[in-house]
C-alpha cells in the first residue's frame, strides 16, 4: 500500500492561513463566547442554570482547541507561513476568552456548600464529568480573585504567551551551515538535529557543533525569552501564594509530589546498569566515552539504518496487529488517510507532535522522517497519542482532557511494542544488537536526558527567584544538571541545549520533562502485564485509557493495576524490564 507523506488538512478547512472558511469558523466561536461571557456574569446560582452554562461551554472549548491545532499543523509544516503566525495570537486571543467565561462558571461552583455541592455533583447531567468538576472547585480556592485571574490570562496573551511565540519565530528562522559532499547546505533546526543520529560519527559531530555554535550566537536572544517566560510564571505563583514551583506542573499532571520523588529516586538507584551499557556501546562504537552526540547514535553494524517511510508503516500496522487488532486497524486508517506530515524537507519546525482534531474526531502528526529506526519510534510514538484520543471520542469534552503523563504512557507503549517486536524477530545476531541498543538507549532519554532537563528547570527556577539569569549561567546549569543525571559518563556536553529545547519555551505546560519519565515507566508496566494477560489485555488497556481524565494517576494505578505509585515497588518492576535489556546486550557483546 501506499501512505501519503503529507497530510491533509483541507478536510477541515480549506485555503490553509487564508482560509475564508476557517476566518467564519473563527469569528462564530468568538460570537458564541461573547454570548457565554455574558450569561456566566449574570448572578444565577440554579443548578439548571449552571448545568446550563457547563454544557455549553465544553462545544466552545472544542471549536478553540480544533482552531489552534489547524494554526499549529501550518506553522509547523511551514515555519515561514506569517499569516499563520497572525492566528496564533487570535486563537490565543479566543482560548483566553473561554478560559475567562470558563473562570467564571468555577467560580459559581466554589459558592455551593458542601451540601449543595453534594447533591449538584450528582446530577445526572454532570456526574459523568463529576471529576473535572471537582478538580475546578478546589483549584479555584487557591486562585487569585475572579478579576485578578482574568487580568492575568489579559496580559498573558501580548506577555507571557507573546515571548513563547517570540521564540518559535526566532528558531524558524535559524539556519544552520551543514557541509556535506563538498557543499555547504542550509539546514533547518530539525533536520540538523536529524544529521545528530547519523552512523558516520564525523557527521554527528560536524552536526552537534554547528548547532552549538548556532545556538550560541542566538543564546541571548533565548536568554531573555526564557527568563520573561519564567518571570511570569514565578510573579502570578507568588500571588497566588504559591512557593513550590513543582505546584502547578503537580496540579496539571493530576499527581502526588511523593509520586514523582519515588520514581526519580527508583531510577537514580538503578543508573549503574545504564553506565555499565554506555561504557560497552562506547568500545562498540571504538571510541574512550561516548560524547552527548553518540548516545543515541546507532551501532556500526546497524544493518537496519535505512527504513523507507512505507516499509515503516508496514511494520508499524504489523506489530500492532499482534498486540491489538484496534490499534493496528486505527493505525492503518491513519497512515492511509493523511493524518500523518512526514516529508523531509526544509522550512518545518524541529521535533514531533500528534495534535486532536475534535469536531471531526481526527488527529494529526506531525514530524520529519528521515529513513532512520528513530524515526520509525517517533512515528510509532505519535500514532499511540492519536489512538488515545480515538479511544475518548465518545466521551463528553470534560473527560477526554488528560493530562501530559498519562498522555505519554499511549504514546511510550505503542513504541514499546515496536521495539520488542523486532527484537524478538531480528534475523541475526548484530541485528538483534542494533534493536536492543536502540531500544536501551530510548530509556536513556527518559532516565538520563529528561532528568537533566528537570534539574536544570528546577534549578534554574529557583534563581530566577532573585534575579535575571545570564547566558552563561543558564549554559553552566545546563551543563551542570547533564553531568549530574549522566553521572559523569560523557565525554562532551551540551551546554546550548536550554535555548536549542523547545520545550522550555512552551507556555502551555512547565516543566515538560517527567510527564515522559513518568508515561515511559508506567507504559512499561503496563506492557509488562499486557505480555502476561495476552490478547485479553485489549479491552483492559482501552478501559484505562478512558478513565485517564477522570481520576488522579495515583487512583488510576489503583483501580486498573492495583498498584501504589507513592512505593517503589511498581517502579522498580518497571526498571527491571530495561535491565534484562541490557544483560541480554552485555551478553551478545561480550568481549
Request: contains cysteine; hydrophobic residues 40%; proline residues 2%.
Amino acid at each position: 500500500m501506499t501512505y501519503p507523506i503529507n497530510w491533509d488538512l483541507d478536510i477541515f478547512f480549506k485555503g490553509g492561513s487564508h482560509s475564508a472558511e476557517f476566518e467564519e469558523f473563527v469569528q462564530e466561536t468568538f460570537d458564541r463566547t461573547k454570548e457565554l461571557t455574558i450569561r456566566a456574569k449574570q448572578d444565577h446560582q440554579s443548578f439548571e442554570y449552571v448545568i446550563e452554562l457547563i454544557r455549553d461551554i465544553q462545544p466552545l472549548m472544542q471549536r478553540s482547541r480544533h482552531a489552534s491545532a489547524f494554526i499549529s499543523c501550518l506553522s509547523a509544516a511551514d515555519v515561514h507561513d506569517k499569516k499563520a503566525r497572525q492566528w496564533q495570537g487570535t486563537i490565543l486571543s479566543l482560548s483566553t476568552q473561554i478560559s475567562e467565561a470558563w473562570t467564571m462558571i468555577e467560580e459559581k461552583l466554589s459558592f455551593y456548600t458542601e451540601d449543595e455541592w453534594n447533591t449538584f455533583i450528582q446530577h445526572e447531567k454532570v456526574k459523568n464529568i463529576s471529576f473535572k468538576l471537582e478538580e475546578s472547585r478546589e483549584q479555584i480556592k487557591e486562585k487569585l480573585s475572579l478579576s485578578e485571574e482574568k487580568l492575568a490570562a489579559k496580559l498573558a496573551v501580548d506577555g507571557y504567551h507573546a515571548w513563547g511565540s517570540y521564540y518559535n519565530q526566532l528558531v524558524g528562522q535559524l539556519e544552520f551551515p551543514f557541509e556535506e559532499d563538498g557543499k555547504i547546505t542550509l539546514l533547518s533546526a530539525g533536520q540538523i538535529q536529524n544529521r545528530m543520529d547519523d552512523v558516520n560519527r564525523e557527521v554527528r559531530k560536524q552536526a552537534f557543533h554547528v548547532a552549538e555554535k548556532v545556538w550560541s550566537e542566538k543564546a541571548d536572544l533565548f536568554a531573555t525569552t526564557i527568563n520573561h517566560l519564567a518571570g511570569f510564571r514565578l510573579n502570578l505563583y507568588e500571588a497566588r501564594g504559591w512557593s513550590d514551583v513543582l505546584k502547578e506542573p503537580l496540579l496539571i499532571n493530576r499527581m502526588e509530589k511523593d509520586t514523582l520523588t519515588t520514581m526519580w529516586s527508583t531510577i537514580e538507584e538503578n543508573k549503574d546498569m545504564l553506565h555499565k551499557f554506555m561504557e560497552r556501546k562506547a568500545h562498540l562504537l571504538g571510541i574512550e566515552k561516548l560524547a552527548f552526540y553518540d548516545v543515541f547514535a546507532p551501532l556500526p553494524n546497524n544493518s537496519d539504518s535505512e527504513i523507507t517511510y512505507e516499509e515503516a508503516c508496514d511494520l508499524i500496522i504489523k506489530h500492532f496487529q499482534s498486540f491489538s487488532p484496534k490499534l493496528a486497524s486505527f493505525a492503518e486508517g491513519a497512515l492511509r488517510d493523511g493524518w500523518i506530515e512526514a516529508e523531509n524537507r526544509a522550512g518545518k519546525r524541529p521535533g514531533g507532535f500528534c495534535t486532536n482534531f475534535p469536531l471531526q474526531e481526527q488527529s494529526r502528526i506531525f514530524m520529519t522522517y528521515d529513513n532512520s529506526m528513530s524515526n520509525v519510534m517517533t512515528l510509532a510514538h505519535e500514532l499511540g497519542h492519536a489512538y488515545h484520543s480515538h479511544c475518548l471520542k465518545e466521551l463528553e469534552p470534560f473527560a477526554q482532557r488528560y493530562a501530559m503523563n498519562v498522555a505519554e504512557t499511549a504514546s511510550t507503549f505503542a513504541e514499546n511494542i515496536i521495539a520488542d517486536a523486532l527484537v524478538k524477530e531480528a534475523s541475526n545476531k548484530d541485528l538483534k544488537i542494533s534493536l536492543l541498543e536502540n531500544k536501551i538507549s530510548r530509556s536513556i532519554a527518559f532516565f538520563m536526558n529528561i532528568h537533566a532537563r528537570f534539574l536544570f528547570e528546577t534549578r534554574f527556577y529557583e534563581a530566577r527567584k532573585t534575579n535575571t539569569v545570564s547566558t552563561e549561567q543558564l549554559n553552566d546549569l545546563m551543563e551542570e544538571a547533564q553531568r549530574e543525571a549522566f553521572g559523569q559518563a560523557l565525554s562532551d556536553y551540551s551546554p546550548t541545549f536550554w535555548a536549542s529545547k523547545l520545550h522550555f519555551h512552551i507556555t502551555g505546560v512547565p516543566f515538560y520533562n517527567f510527564p515522559y519519565t513518568f508515561g515511559y515507566l508506567f507504559s512499561l508496566g503496563i506492557y509488562k502485564r499486557a505480555i502476561v494477560a495476552g490478547s485479553d489485555f485489549e479491552d483492559h488497556y482501552i478501559n484505562l485509557l478512558k478513565d485517564t481524565a477522570r481520576m488522579t494517576v495515583e487512583d488510576l494505578a489503583k483501580n486498573h493495576l492495583q498498584i501504589d505509585l507513592t512505593k517503589p515497588q511498581f517502579w522498580q518492576e518497571a526498571l527491571d524490564v530495561i535491565k534484562n535489556d541490557i544483560e541480554e546486550f552485555m551478553e551478545l557483546t561480550k568481549i
